[in-house]
């Protein structure tokens, strides 16, 4: 048993601000009005992480990377029937994460769209109108239950491996070291982590409608000077 890095600094950041960005959108779209507008701004945050994190997946340390714990059916039924050990995210755990990315995926994509029929409009409203927002409005209300769901799924699982299995896993995630048989993860350098950072940041860029051009202003009515 040894002590070694199995969470590197990315990882670590996308976890916790991803957790901040989460509860800041839950928090602002429950009270409404005004907050909307930081709702808005949560959402851009999570876009950027989101995209930072399905890059990183590819390009990042060893037990950051999607061919590590990402697995298929039969690995996860031998980690349910105790066959499977290993480090990072275990077979049903790597599931978690899957879902937890795709949801998330399908709630900024349709927030980006969205109207409350009062005043916020999502940053790309302008590209597709009041009926198609209107639809996707429905989609993205239809997909919360599910987010807050997996995320106290994922909640029961840190109680149960505190709990039942003697391990916790939040610490690894704020040290970023564990105790156990695994090796030091390796990869996920300094160019790694900008190449991963630019094309996040490019997301968020084509995610706020900054570039999208303002409608021409109406044409002043001449009146005929008597």
Known sequence: MNRFLIWDLPTRLFHWLLVLCVCGSFVSAKIGGNAMVW??????????????????????????????????????????????HGEGH????????????GTLLLLVATGLFAN?????????????GKEFSDRVVGIHRLVEPLIIFLVLAHLAAIAFYVRVKKE????????????????????GGAIAFIAAL????????GASGAWI????????NSTPNF
């Open 39 to 84: 709702h808005g701004r949560f959402g851009l945050v999570v876009v950027g992480l989101l995209v930072f994190r399905l890059v990183w997946g590819f390009v990042g340390s060893t037990y950051a990377r999607f061919t590590q714990f990402v697995r298929g059916p039969a690995t996860v039924l031998a980690y349910l029937r105790g066959h499977w």
């Open 90 to 101: 275990n077979p049903l755990g790597a599931l978690s994460v899957l879902a937890v990315l």
């Open 116 to 128: 409350d029929d009062i005043a916020f409009e999502g940053p790309l409203y302008a590209l597709v």
């Open 168 to 187: 916790t896993l939040i610490m690894p995630m704020i040290t970023g070291e564990k105790v156990g048989a695994g090796e030091t993860a390796k990869g």
């Open 198 to 205: 630019i094309v996040a940041l490019a997301a968020v860029y």
């Open 213 to 220: 051009q303002a409608p021409p202003p109406p044409a002043a």
